[in-house]
């Protein structure tokens, strides 16, 4: 998994084979996992949940 800043390509340059990104942002209370395919996990208090999110999503590509 790959974790970094969000870039500012759209999500389609991901699907035509481009390395997935993933990020964890802070909204507020909560932290969310995001991937530059578009992919969005749930909204999390823990981070660490919100990271195992996006170890999930990262695993099933």
């Given at each position: 998994m790959t974790v970094?800043?969000?870039r500012q390509d759209g999500p389609e340059d991901a699907r035509s084979g481009q390395e997935h990104l993933v990020t964890t942002t802070e909204q507020g209370r909560f932290c969310?996992?995001?991937?530059s395919c578009g992919w969005r996990g749930p909204a999390r208090r823990a981070r660490s949940q919100a990271r195992t999110d996006a170890e999930g999503h990262a695993a099933e590509l």
């Open positions: 970094t800043e969000a969310v996992a995001r991937c």
